[in-house]
């Protein structure tokens, strides 16, 4: 009797030390990236031109939408926003940075205003269409420009997924729009070092 016990107990042990060693399971995709996430040098809303390499050592959430999207883009970077929030101190190890798709409207100071009201850390940059096109390409983002409404003007579809670059500048994970701010933030805490 008492070596059942023993070996039920063992048994009990094993299956509860085994469930704690699953694998992570992401809130999006994963990306195996063979190497670098393509760069750019483009005009931020700090005034100055940025690259991913300047934010090296941080997680980097890199977001293509626009100041004057109706719906995707605020519900998004409320999203990071709030996961932000969640992470505390922690957020000071993460840069989000959005990339306009609409360089006609989207000025580095109307960028900056818009980022802000999100997060203050928040930054967002711009370019030529000619470098927004391109870039988009490079990280397989679709986005198009169709007549709006009379009172809006042009409006842009766009992909709406939010990737993210690791500290060594890697692309590995892209997260689908709709992840929450507790998943984003749960996802984020994970791939901390």
């Not at 000619?130 to 988009?136: D, M």
Request: charged residues 20%; negative net charge; proline residues 5%.
């Amino acid at each position: 009797m008492k070596k059942t016990l023993f070996i039920l107990l063992i048994v009990a042990l094993l299956a509860i030390g085994l469930a704690g060693c699953r694998p992570y399971t992401y809130h999006g995709t994963v990306m195996q990236s063979p190497g670098d996430a393509p760069d750019f040098n483009l005009m931020s809303s700090l005034g100055k031109k940025v690259s991913l390499e300047d934010y090296r050592g941080k997680l980097v959430l890199l977001y293509f939408g626009y100041t004057f999207c109706p719906d995707v883009c605020p519900a998004t970077l409320a999203e990071l926003g709030g996961a932000m929030d969640i992470l505390g101190d922690d957020a000071d190890n993460v840069q989000v940075i959005m990339i306009s798709v609409d360089p006609q409207r989207d000025t580095p100071e109307k960028l900056g205003e818009y980022v802000a009201h999100f997060n203050p850390n928040f930054i967002g940059v711009t370019g030529t269409e000619e470098e927004i096109a391109a870039l988009a390409t490079l990280y397989g983002v679709f986005y198009e420009k169709h007549e709006g409404t009379e009172a809006t003007g042009y409006l842009i579809d766009h992909t709406a997924t939010v990737m993210v670059i690791d500290e060594d500048g890697a692309l590995k994970l892209i997260w689908p729009f709709g992840t929450t701010a507790a998943d984003i933030a749960e996802d984020l805490k994970h791939m901390m070092p």
